[in-house]
């Protein structure tokens, strides 16, 4: 079982909505087969493993870090695989609280007199907690990201990148791990990004975006509206425009109402819940400072990754983050492991609630 964790934790964070799972068939105690769940979520490692092994001979054992599912949707039915493939025992570690799993694989599986044990979790606890508790309450983790100068401005004139390439490798490979991407509409209109995630190989791994907009003044002819037929988009506004509306629809981008509250903004809670009820179990927050403010004040935000370069600019800069990295100094814990990264002459510090 640990080694099947083992597994598990390669693809960990990089399979989308899925769970990362590891699977071990043996054979006579001989490992045989393994299958871990694929990048993007598909296949499920239960699939995996059990697709490779040719000859149907009896007593197959096999070992998953998760109970199976018993659902058919992209990925095919596992306990339905097994049953074929005459596996004749199932040992599994954790429970699996997506309301579409839980349960009804293991008893589809003793319907079918395969011997089911449950071997406890030996490589890391709660190695599915994020995944059981957005099954349960279907509220997504919320990062942060920023990158400033050395004396915390977040904008320079006429510089599209504030720190080095290493830096913006590490944002693309932090965007490969997160399911959903939100920024306010200035970010958009201004900086005019794609928001994707530029890795070789897991260009399919791009989170979906989700853009703060109340008054829908998003550029249409923005890089995030030309982009929108091939990676999911969604604008959260607040005030009818029919012409905007029927423009975007068009271009593939789904418009969510969210009425103001009295200080005349969409409450940030509401926009969480909107954005896990889709499905997502986690989103990045990339900026600006007005919309990471709001975030902060509701105490929304469970981890913040804050960039800077070496630079000491005032010409030219704005949107200073100075009071919001004290605010994270004394608020938050370091995170050290999280800032082991090679960045060469910039820096990275990550704050965790
Ligand atoms: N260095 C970096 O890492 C980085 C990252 C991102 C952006 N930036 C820079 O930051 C600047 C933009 O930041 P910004 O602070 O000016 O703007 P922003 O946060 O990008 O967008 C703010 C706007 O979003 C809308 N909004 C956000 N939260 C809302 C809520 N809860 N309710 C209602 N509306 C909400 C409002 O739109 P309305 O105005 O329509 O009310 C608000 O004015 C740009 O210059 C960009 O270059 C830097």
């Given amino acids: 079982m640990s080694l099947a964790f083992k597994l598990a934790n390669l693809h960990n964070g990089i399979t989308f909505n899925n769970p990362s799972v590891g699977a071990l068939i043996l054979y006579k105690n001989k490992i045989i087969s393994y299958g871990i769940t694929g990048i993007g979520g598909s296949p499920h490692a239960e699939y995996d493993a059990l697709k490779k092994i040719k000859s149907k001979k009896n007593k197959y054992s096999l070992y998953s870090t998760l109970e199976p599912c018993h659902h058919e949707g992209k990925n095919p039915s596992c306990s339905d695989f097994i049953k074929k493939k005459n596996i004749t025992r199932v040992l599994y570690s954790d429970k699996d609280c997506n309301i579409k799993v839980s349960g009804k694989g293991l008893r589809y599986l003793s319907n079918n007199k395969i011997k089911i044990n449950n071997i406890k979790n030996n490589f890391a606890n709660n190695f599915y907690k994020e995944h059981n508790d957005f099954s349960e309450n279907y509220y997504p983790k919320v990062f942060a990201k920023i990158a400033t100068t050395k004396n915390y401005y977040s904008f320079i004139k006429g510089r599209k990148k504030i720190t080095n390439v290493y830096l913006n490798k590490y944002t693309h490979l932090l965007r490969s791990q997160i399911n959903a991407i939100l920024v306010g509409v200035l970010t958009v209109n201004i900086d005019n990004p794609i928001l994707n995630c530029r890795i070789e190989g897991f260009d399919n791994l791009s989170p979906a975006r989700f853009i703060i907009d109340p008054r829908l003044n998003i550029n249409t002819n923005s890089t995030i509206v030309k982009t929108s037929k091939h990676i999911p988009t969604y604008i ?57 403010e709001l975030f902060l004040k509701d105490k929304l935000i469970d981890r913040f990754y804050f960039f800077k370069n070496n630079d000491l600019i005032d010409k030219n800069a704005s949107h200073s983050f100075n009071k919001v990295h004290s605010y994270l100094k004394n608020n938050f814990k370091r995170n050290k492991v999280l800032e082991q990264v090679y960045i060469a002459d910039n820096s990275i510090e990550v704050y965790q609630r």
């Fill in 236 to 292: 959260f506004y607040s005030f009818e425009n029919n012409y905007k509306i029927k423009f975007l629809s068009k271009k593939n981008v789904k418009l969510i109402y969210i009425p103001n509250n009295n200080k005349f903004l969409m409450d940030p809670k509401e926009i969480l819940y909107s954005i896990g009820l889709l499905g997502y179990k986690n989103v990045l927050i990339e900026g600006g400072l007005k919309t990471i």
